[in-house]
């Protein structure tokens, strides 16, 4: 049984890391000007491997992450990353025990849906610059590219959340 | 979903969920009302912690990263590519008519004993770390910060034109708040009529607008719009800020509504110059004074019945009163100041 330091120490490694990668690799790869968002595939994915409390939690921590290196209001992408995190972790029930590719699917939906709920606080507190972009662009990347780096995603999850995956390969 | 079984009350996981989402509400409004403070200087750290990591990034990544716009702009590089040749010719066209044009400036200004404060002015280049961290970015990461002497407020250009303010500064790193930002505005000057007005952002890729301009002013498509440097302003006076491409009027407040496009392309930007811009001071304000610093009036007994007690403006009263003119004054003039500083 791992110590509650160890589990938190985890947690900040995985977020750490994925931090990093966002501002320096996936930063390099965009779409029409977008580009996916890795910290909230991490807590989406967190939420359908490790339920509402655990995705709300990674969430937080994820959405507290991003903020540090955003220009929107600090706490904003806490906010939905925390709603979305529970709200996967709430769902997770109806896909878990699915193969891989329903996990992805609905993984990529979530993200879309987080990204959507982020743009809703942003018309909530009249931030233009958070609207008035091609938010329908900004969805689809995050959701496509979310769906396909779930796979890559759900190993680390797993190790930082401490699941062990079941027979079939699917988290326990 | 065994592992899930254990987590406790089914209302347990509500609760967390609540004060989550308070605590961020909480650091949302203290973001918000707070100018500055810890979050500033957290953010601040952070910028520089990554920069190095974003700038290796980027100079691996580059090539990858230009491979794959490549790939996914293709059309809008081609398209970009075509208007960029024309524009190109066009150049080449024009570029003798302006050294001789540069040439007859040179010559009126020393005719004038003037300076051209502009072009005088120290300057640090800088590279635009082009790789967005998000996908609501309204600023442009430049590999310059307080060490090399930006600071905050400073006008930031390419060799076309404004391109706009640094907002944020670490200690290596800046952030720049593009002139098409719905927060930017800059004092600004039609160069043909003389006129000022205050050119506000309207978001991304969009032009910025010029309102109340009178109506009575002739504003013609293609003027040319630089910043008005009032005293006071963060920008320095004669800076390029685009061209004018509509004019629009609007009858009810009797004023026209103006179009320019800003003249430098702000999209792909590779490498800009941070003016390092001091705003002069501003004229000295006058001091509140007090009620016993102000000059007394002995006042005869039968005027003042006369003048009752509306007095004199410069009469001291008991509770401070006559001082109000000046004391209004001088806020008008705080504000003031403050208005044009922004600009």
Avoid at chain 2, 175 to 202: H, I, K, M, Y
């Amino acid at each position: 049984m791992m110590s509650a330091a160890g589990r938190v120490a985890r947690f900040t490694v995985l977020i750490g890391a994925a931090l990093l990668l966002q501002v320096s690799v996936v930063a390099q790869f965009s779409v029409g000007g977008r580009i996916g968002d890795l910290l909230l595939l991490l807590a989406v994915s967190a939420g359908v491997n490790g339920g509402p409390e655990r995705g709300a939690l990674i969430g937080a921590a994820c959405g507290l992450a991003s903020d540090l290196v955003v220009q929107t209001p600090f706490g904003m992408s806490m906010l939905s990353t925390a709603v979305i995190g529970y709200a996967a972790g709430a769902a997770s029930y109806r896909f878990v025990d699915g193969g891989i590719a329903l996990r992805s699917l609905a993984v990529g939906l979530l993200s879309a849906s987080g990204v959507a709920l982020f743009v809703v606080f942003g018309w909530l507190l009249q931030l233009t610059y958070v609207t008035e972009g091609n938010v329908a662009l900004v969805v689809t990347v995050i959701g496509i590219s979310s769906a396909v780096l779930n796979p890559l995603v759900e190993r680390p999850v797993r190790w930082g959340l401490l699941i062990r995956p079941n027979f079939a390969g699917n988290p326990a | 979903m065994a592992a899930r079984m254990g987590y406790g009350p089914r209302r347990r996981p509500r609760i967390r969920l609540l004060l989550l989402v308070v605590t961020a509400a909480v650091l949302i409004t203290i973001d918000l009302r707070s100018d500055g403070g810890v979050l500033t200087s957290v953010r601040n750290a952070v910028l520089d912690v990554l920069g190095p990591v974003r700038s290796a990034a980027e100079w691996v990544g580059r090539p990858i990263g230009d491979g794959w716009n490549g790939i996914t702009n293709y059309d809008e590089l081609a398209a970009e590519n075509a208007e960029l040749r024309a524009q190109l010719a066009e150049i080449e066209s024009s570029r003798l008519q302006l050294a001789e044009i540069e040439r007859q400036r040179q010559e009126l200004l020393a005719l004038l004993g003037a300076r051209d404060t502009v072009a005088d002015l120290p300057r640090v280049t800088a590279r635009v770390i082009d790789a967005p961290v998000s996908n609501f970015e309204r600023t442009v990461e430049l590999d310059r910060g307080a060490r090399d002497g930006v600071q905050l407020g400073m006008p930031v250009e390419t060799g076309a034109g404004l391109i706009g303010r640094v907002v944020q500064v670490s200690a290596t790193r800046s952030r720049v708040e593009l002139l098409t930002d719905p927060n930017f505005d800059v004092g600004v000057r039609l160069v043909r009529s003389g006129d000022d007005g205050n050119a506000e952002g309207q978001g991304r890729g969009r032009d910025l607008e010029i309102s109340f301009i009178e109506l009575d002013t002739v504003v013609i498509p293609g003027e040319t719009v630089v910043t008005s440097g009032f005293q006071g302003s963060t920008f320095p006076s004669g800076l390029l800020v685009g061209t004018v491409v509509a004019v629009e009027p609007q009858a009810v407040q009797a004023t026209q509504r103006v179009t320019v496009r800003p003249a430098a392309k702000l999209d792909r930007l590779r490498w800009v110059s941070v003016i390092l811009f001091e705003p002069a001071a501003p004229e000295p304000v006058v001091v509140d004074r007090t009620p016993e610093q102000l000059p007394t009036t002995t006042v005869p007994a039968d005027v003042e019945a006369d003048e009752g007690a509306a007095g004199r403006a410069d009469t001291p009263l008991p509770n401070g009163s006559a001082t109000m003119g000046v004391v209004n004054g001088s806020v008008a003039q705080r504000r003031a100041g403050r208005r044009s500083g922004r600009r």
